[in-house]
């Protein structure tokens, strides 16, 4: 079974950068696709962004393509969020999610505890 650990967030002003970091265990990682979410209060958790198994395609919800990378270590069982750009509206509480699947939507299947990105205007 696949942990996870996110690290990385905080708070930072409006035009400014974050990079989350999640921490996977378990041999499992490199055979999962990966994901992060996010879940601002009073809102429904959402996709940010998708990584596959070797790293070669990516997927970005709209609202963060172009400011947004995700990217993976698979010998280190790391998968990283490289946040610029960052607007206000990105406050949330962020994901880590393994065994990242689509169906009519975007969902992971193992998740870690979050972590939390405030962002000041």
């Known amino acids: 079974q696949v942990q996870l650990v996110e690290s990385g967030g905080g708070l930072v002003q409006a035009g400014g950068s974050l990079r989350l970091s999640c921490a996977a265990s378990g041999r499992a990682f490199i055979g999962l696709a990966m994901g992060w979410f996010r879940q601002a209060p009073g809102k429904e958790r959402e996709f940010v962004a998708g990584i596959s198994r070797s790293g070669d395609n990516t997927w970005y919800a709209d609202s963060v393509k172009g400011r947004f990378i995700i990217s993976r270590d698979n010998p280190k069982r790391t998968v990283s969020l490289q946040m610029n750009s960052l607007k206000p509206e990105d406050t949330a509480v962020y994901y880590c999610?393994?065994?990242?699947?689509?169906?009519?939507?975007?969902?992971?299947?193992?998740w870690g505890q979050g972590t939390q990105v405030t962002v000041s205007s």
């Open positions: 999610a393994a065994d990242l699947t689509y169906g009519n939507s975007w969902h992971g299947n193992i």
